[in-house]
């Protein structure tokens, strides 16, 4: 007489439940390995906070001292140097967290992909690092020197003393600002060519643009006029950008 095995029978590979812990374990190990990155870029940058604290104030301690002022900014908390020096190193090490960050989404993507869908997710990839650093670029050298300068000439009649609280919040939010929305062009370009916007749509919600690029400016910027236009605006002409690259991803 022969019994048979009472043995429950193992999981199909392609359940559900494993495909759910298959994900939940590539989602920690991405974020293992990002704050891995976060931390040591961080750490890296804690060792020349000095430094880059110095070459991101540049524009504005130089145009202080051309105009014959203290190019040392103050500070009003016992703290506000170490917040300082911290914040800096933070988003340094952010910025030098975002290429890692990408290459282990990009590991993790391109082997459950076709040869051809993973150059196009590794040109994604490429895109976006050039485009976040050219929006700093620009932010750096064109848009951060033009408003200080229009700033202080602006207050020239006025005596003071810049801090670094408002230092940070100045500089880092505008290079933020440009550097995420030098993503924008890229955006529309994936949206239009899985047929989610064109470019005669893109058009006619304009004025909608104008309007949303004038609240974000004003979120992430400082309180005045003057910066929430000169974020709004580059916005604005990558918004038109992103038109051009809809109208040519859709032929």
């Not at 019994?3 to 374990?25: F, H, K, N, V």
């Not at 997710?121 to 895109?127: D, E, Q, R, S």
């Not at 979120?219 to 002409?237: E, I, R």
Request: one cysteine or more; glycine letters at 6%.
């Amino acid at each position: 007489m022969t019994t048979e095995s009472a043995t429950e029978p193992e999981p199909d590979d392609d359940s559900p439940l494993r495909t759910l812990l298959a994900g939940m374990d590539r989602a920690r190990k991405l974020t293992v390995w990002s704050l891995l990155a976060l931390a040591i870029g961080t750490s890296l940058a804690w060792t020349w906070s000095r430094e880059i604290y110095q070459f991101l104030a540049s524009p504005l301690t130089d145009a202080l001292a051309v105009r014959g002022h203290d190019p040392r900014l103050t500070f009003t908390g016992l703290t506000d140097p170490f917040v300082l020096y911290f914040t800096v190193s933070l988003s340094t090490g952010l910025v030098f967290a975002i290429p890692a960050l990408a290459l282990q989404l990009y590991v993790v993507v391109a082997p459950r992909v076709r040869l051809r869908s993973a150059v196009a997710i590794a040109g994604f990839v490429l895109t976006a690092c050039a485009l976040f650093l050219a929006g700093l670029s620009f932010a750096y050298f064109i848009l951060i020197p033009f408003a200080v300068s229009y700033l202080l000439d602006v207050g020239e009649e006025f005596a003071h003393a810049i801090t670094i609280r408002d230092f940070l919040r100045f500089t880092v939010r505008l290079l933020l600002a440009m550097g995420l929305g030098a993503q924008l062009p890229l955006i529309i370009f994936s949206a239009s060519r899985v047929g989610l916007v064109n470019a005669r749509g893109l058009l006619r919600w304009f004025p909608y643009a104008v309007l949303i690029a004038f609240v974000l400016a004003a979120m992430l910027t400082p309180p005045d006029g003057m910066s929430q236009f000169l974020v709004a605006v580059p916005l604005l002409v990558l918004y038109l950008v992103g038109v051009v690259v809809a109208a040519i991803a859709g032929r």
